[in-house]
């Protein structure tokens, strides 16, 4: 894991995660002016929750919740959530690992309706377990399907 | 063992009616499991995925520049704003400046693209309450529309003109006059459509106070564009956070505070007038120069110099065989389209693939809230609602 980046230290936002838990934040990034902070599995929940509803923060929206896959790296899939905040304008970007022998997250549905069908996706997708999801189900592949078609290791074609 | 539709079973008093993937009035293949009590809905289940193409994973397998056309088919009614958006991401991670004559194209196309976007959408929307005429007025403005983008990229709807660093082609001379001769001709066009809808009384029954979407549920859904303005929030990505010049255009953000059906009309009716407004800027103000970026071995070079350059053959052989690599990293712009904000969340691991190519959907968030919106409603007004969200299953599926 990459430590703090010295220009970053200072920032705000990670200011207030380190007083708020001062394990919530394994490691921060910028990349052509996008922060990035990689947050522990565990964490996740309740750091979104605290994004959230801390006044002086207010990451009240969430834009986007997808994962991408690493393969064959470990911890094999990330969990990527983009925040953004309606009052000051400003985004920022989540990232926790999950491992492939246990693919599970909390939910962050309680948090935010909209993160429902956003998780389904994954789940249908990637097959990665959300503890909490009201109603876990396939989302655009059928029921029945095997497999999880965006994962690295699934094939582009099947056979004809 | 698959999971039921609900998470829990339907009482025996209600009857479950079944509406869609074949209907029309769902706008494609979009099917919505109503539970209904009388004529009253009581739960209201949207069911996806008939559409989806795995858009994601064929872009993950494609060089850069080859994403550019699965792009349109995204959102078939919005492409532009599509490869706008993939663009954005992708110059983003490559560092690219775009010159400003390409930025005002994008600016102008974006902006004809959401007026093409909101008339099918208020056409369909009229058609879905018994107001036929106004679907026929208003896919002939379209036709014009999409006449002025075959003129700029040879094709009606999959039009791919953005590319990576800037735009395909200059566009023919007779754009811009018949361009000027659409901006003329459009709002008293809308003007028309106002005279039919705005003050009808069967439209007003039909849209006023139906399909509530408050402040709080907007946001609660991730909800965004003309249907979060239409509940009062105002939020709109070409003020709060400009991309490609839109700093430089004058131009207001209709809010509407009611959040019902009338409201989402409202705003975008506005809005096309807006995009009139800044459609016109955007043809005044186009600034001369280049309309690509300057970064041999990323963009194609021009065409004239391939014929009498060695060099210039070259480098426009490797880019087509062996695509270009972009440095290591990430990018998420969002633009604000037709339908919400829409934005390519690219993932490249130095290769010259995307690793990872995720689209953020308006489409999908629209149909989700259909779950809060339609109970409570009758039978009837679910229509009405329906339309009025505005969502392509293209995209909602991908």
């Known amino acids: ?160 | 063992m698959p999971k039921p539709l609900y998470p829990t079973v339907p009482s025996a008093e209600t009857l479950v009616l079944n509406v869609g993937p074949q209907h029309p009035s769902t706008h494609g293949v979009l099917r919505v499991v109503l539970e209904l009590d009388g004529e009253t809905i009581v739960r209201a289940t949207p069911d996806i995925g008939f559409l989806h193409t795995g858009i994601e994973k064929t872009a993950e397998n494609l060089f850069y520049s080859q994403v550019v056309p699965l792009t349109d088919r995204v959102d078939y009614l919005a492409s532009l704003s599509n490869n706008l958006a993939y663009c954005l991401s992708v110059e983003k991670i490559l560092g690219l400046e775009v010159p400003p004559r390409a930025q005002w194209l994008r600016v102008l196309l974006a902006e004809l693209t959401r007026i093409n976007n909101h008339l099918v959408w208020l056409g369909t929307t009229a058609l879905e309450l018994g107001a036929m005429s106004v679907l026929l007025y208003t896919f002939r403005e379209r036709e014009d529309v999409l006449r002025l983008f075959e003129l700029v990229s040879g094709q009606r709807m999959m039009t791919s003109y953005f590319r990576i660093g800037g735009v395909a082609l200059e566009p023919p001379l007779t754009f811009y006059d018949r361009v000027d001769a659409f901006l003329k001709m459009f709002p008293s066009r809308v003007d028309e459509y106002k005279d039919l809808l705005t003050e009808n009384r069967i439209w007003l029954a039909r849209t006023r106070g139906i399909g509530v979407l408050t402040k709080e549920v907007a946001l609660d859904y991730c909800i965004s564009g003309p249907n979060l303005r239409a509940s009062g929030v105002n939020w709109d990505l070409r003020k709060c956070q400009p991309y490609s010049s839109y700093e430089k255009f004058d131009f207001r953000v209709p809010v509407e505070p009611a959040g019902d059906v009338y409201a989402r009309y409202l705003v975008r009716m506005e809005e096309m007038r807006q995009s009139v407004r800044i459609a016109r800027q955007a043809l005044e103000g186009l600034p001369a120069g280049p309309i690509r970026a300057d970064a041999p071995g990323v963009i194609l070079p021009d065409r004239e110099k391939m014929k009498s350059q060695m060099e210039a053959l070259i480098q426009h052989f490797k880019i087509v065989t062996d695509g270009f690599a972009p440095p290591v990293g990430e990018a998420y712009v969002p633009i604000e389209g037709p339908k919400g904000e829409i934005g390519f969340y690219v993932v490249s691991d130095g290769s010259p693939r995307p690793w990872r190519c995720r689209i953020r959907p308006p489409s999908l968030l629209n149909v989700q809230v259909l779950s809060k919106l339609l109970p409570g409603h009758m039978l009837a007004d679910a229509i009405a609602i329906i339309a009025s969200v505005d969502f392509v299953l293209g995209e909602v599926d991908r």
């Not at chain 1, 509803?53 to 959530?81: G, I, K, M, N």
């Not at chain 1, 309606?86 to 993160?115: F, H, Q, Y």
């Open chain 1, 1 to 160: 894991m990459m430590p703090l980046a010295d220009e970053l230290k200072e920032h705000p936002i990670l200011q207030k995660l380190q007083a708020f838990h001062p394990q919530s934040v394994v490691s921060a990034s910028r990349f052509r002016g996008e922060l990035t902070l990689a947050i522990p599995r565990e964490q996740i929940r309740a750091v979104c929750e605290f994004l959230k509803q801390e006044p002086e923060v207010q990451f009240d929206f969430l834009t986007d919740l997808t994962c991408v896959d690493h393969y064959p790296a470990e911890p094999r899939f990330e969990l990527v959530y983009h925040l953004l905040s309606l009052t000051s304008r400003e985004r920022l970007r989540l990232k926790t690992r999950v491992t492939s022998e246990n693919p599970r997250v909390d939910s962050i549905t309680g948090l935010w309706g909209g993160a429902n069908w956003f998780e389904r996706e994954i789940f249908d997708l990637f097959g990665i377990q959300f503890t909490g999801h009201p109603h876990l189900r396939r989302l655009l592949m059928p029921d029945d399907w095997q497999g999880y078609p965006l994962r690295k290791d699934y094939p582009l074609e099947g056979p004809r």
